[in-house]
């Protein structure tokens, strides 16, 4: 009806400081009550052109500013979206399915946090030098922005992974056309209408909204962005590597991961219990960090599974705006159809399920009846081999298994195609070290999770990724160095 597609939300791409309408338009649903809500640009090669055409004019005049007067711009930037982190954080919730408090309390914040944290770390870099006295030679290097940047995201953390990529690729100078997720491109739109008022010139940040096999391979082809950072899974990466291979992209790829928990039976179990729940049930298990296997030790694996079980069926699930609620919608019917799956699948292969999808009652408020909800689910009697112990579910759903030695689990715990993320519980201070350094995986917690200083590498080994990003990665990803010789 008229009345109900007046009340639509209706994007526009951002290209060379203006909103653009686009020729086609893509549903985009509201997770939490199954209704269309948004129509987002099905943008193509002619939208990507004309982004990185902006792009490419932006370049010169960006990349000649001083890193001071980028990071000033990149600060007000910063406070801007601050200023609104309470918008940005209910469009969030309303976009993605995850619980308002989960976007006040980390998406946003992070967000904001992103073009701080590189606003500061683009004046602190410096290049190397050295010496060959004898025969009166100086090296040194310097490092230069590399042109137009591709960005490309998923929808688990939508403003929160972009403005990730965003923040170091302007920050080193370069310009950029981004590419959020179909499924979740609202806070990058409204990131878009603050651009200028922050002092970022037109051009410099560009947004073409649309599908990935579209826009984003679009992006992927084209001939003048010579990088391309993405985020997201396995098999798409897959794709971005084939399609690019002819131009000899630099590639940053971050992706899945089948990430495990280790719990020795000397853990302390009052921190160990709340924060493995939280790995493996925040944002409804969305998140590439998330724990899906938890290996504990037989001594206390009756224990712990009983505690962990009993603390998961207090998750409560519901309208994600409501901020008594501990679990939002997943993002997509089909993705809430996959995830049972797996569920369906350990018990056809004997394994027991013991609280959430198929033995919990889903009480749901009237209004999100048809949202995409699903319970922590906790299943055990699982074999390694099984499916839902080697590919990654991302939903609020994880397997614990028993192990007996120190050797036999690091192991299995490798025994994946993904090296992402793991967390070892223990007070043995030489086995945490142990077993943190034997493991296949580019980060490792101990007796924590998700404790993340943005200085350090991030990524993953395996099929969890190429590259890292932090601080000195994603400088020296988004720049290009160049050894000079200077002789007397
Ligand atoms: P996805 O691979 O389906 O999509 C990610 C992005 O790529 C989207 O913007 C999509 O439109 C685009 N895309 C899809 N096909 C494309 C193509 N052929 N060419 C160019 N772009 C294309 O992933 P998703 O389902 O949105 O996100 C979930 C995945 O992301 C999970 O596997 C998760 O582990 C991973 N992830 C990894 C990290 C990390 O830092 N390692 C962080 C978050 C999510």
């Not at 200028?196 to 410099?204: D, L, Q, S, T, Y």
């Not at 192991?411 to 994946?416: C, M, P, S, T, W």
């Not at 195609?417 to 030489?430: E, I, R």
């Not at 200085?455 to 590259?467: D, E, H, Q, R, Y």
Request: proline residues 5%.
């Amino acid at each position: 009806t008229m009345a109900h597609s007046k009340a639509l939300l209706v994007l526009e791409n951002f290209i060379a400081g203006k909103f653009v309408p686009c020729s086609s338009y893509i549903d985009s649903y509201n997770p939490s009550t199954g209704d269309v809500y948004c129509r987002v640009p099905d943008s193509g090669k002619e939208e990507v052109e004309a982004a990185v055409k902006a792009a490419k004019n932006a370049f010169p005049i960006w990349s000649s500013k001083s890193p001071l007067e980028r990071s000033q711009i990149l600060n007000k930037l910063a406070d801007l979206i601050e200023h609104d982190l309470e918008a940005f954080a209910q469009a969030e919730s309303k976009d993605q399915g995850k619980t308002i408090t989960f976007a006040r309390t980390v998406d946003i914040p992070r967000a904001v946090y992103n073009f701080r944290f590189f606003a500061s770390s683009i004046l602190h870099h410096t290049t190397e030098c050295t010496e060959m006295a004898t025969i009166g030679c100086v090296h040194y290097t310097s490092r230069a922005p590399v042109g137009v940047a591709g960005l490309i995201s998923p929808w688990n953390l939508p403003l929160y992974l972009l403005t990730w990529k965003i923040a170091p690729a302007i920050a080193c100078g370069n310009t950029v056309v981004a590419k959020p997720s179909e499924m979740t491109s609202v806070t990058a739109w409204m990131m878009c209408k603050l651009l200028e008022k922050a002092g970022v010139p037109h051009g410099v940040v560009n947004v073409v909204f649309g599908t990935g096999a579209k826009a984003g391979e679009a992006l992927v082809c084209h001939p003048d962005v010579p990088l391309i950072s993405f985020t997201g899974s396995t098999l798409t990466a897959q794709r971005i590597v084939e399609k690019s291979a002819p131009h000899c992209k630099r590639l940053s790829l971050e992706l899945g991961g089948k990430n495990p928990a280790i719990v020795f039976d000397d853990a302390d179990l009052s921190q160990c219990i709340p924060t493995t729940l939280r790995s493996s049930f925040a944002n409804q298990g969305e998140i590439c960090l998330c724990t899906s296997r938890i290996f504990v030790q037989r001594g206390i694996y009756s224990e712990f599974l009983k505690r962990f079980v009993a603390e998961a069926k207090k998750w409560k699930a519901g309208n994600p705006s409501d901020p008594t609620v501990d679990v939002g919608a997943l993002i997509s019917k089909e993705h809430l159809e996959k995830v049972r799956s797996y569920v369906k699948k350990a018990q056809a292969e004997g394994a027991r399920v013991h609280c959430g999808e198929g033995v919990d009652p889903l009480a749901l408020p009237t209004g999100n009846q048809k949202g995409y909800f699903m319970l922590p689910t906790v299943i055990a009697e699982v074999k390694d081999e099984s499916c839902c112990m080697q590919e990654e579910i991302f939903g609020p759903v994880t397997c614990v298994v028993e192990f007996d030695t120190e050797e036999e689990v690091i192991e299995r715990a490798n025994r994946v195609k993904y090296g992402l993320a793991a967390t070892v519980w223990s007070s043995n201070v030489g086995r945490v070290h142990r077993v943190a350094q034997r493991l296949q995986s580019g980060l490792v917690w101990t007796n924590c999770w998700l404790v993340r200083d943005l200085n350090l590498p991030f990524g993953g080994m395996k099929a969890s990724g190429i590259g890292r990003e932090g601080a000195k990665d994603s400088y020296e990803f988004f720049t290009e160095v160049k050894t000079i010789t200077i002789k007397h």
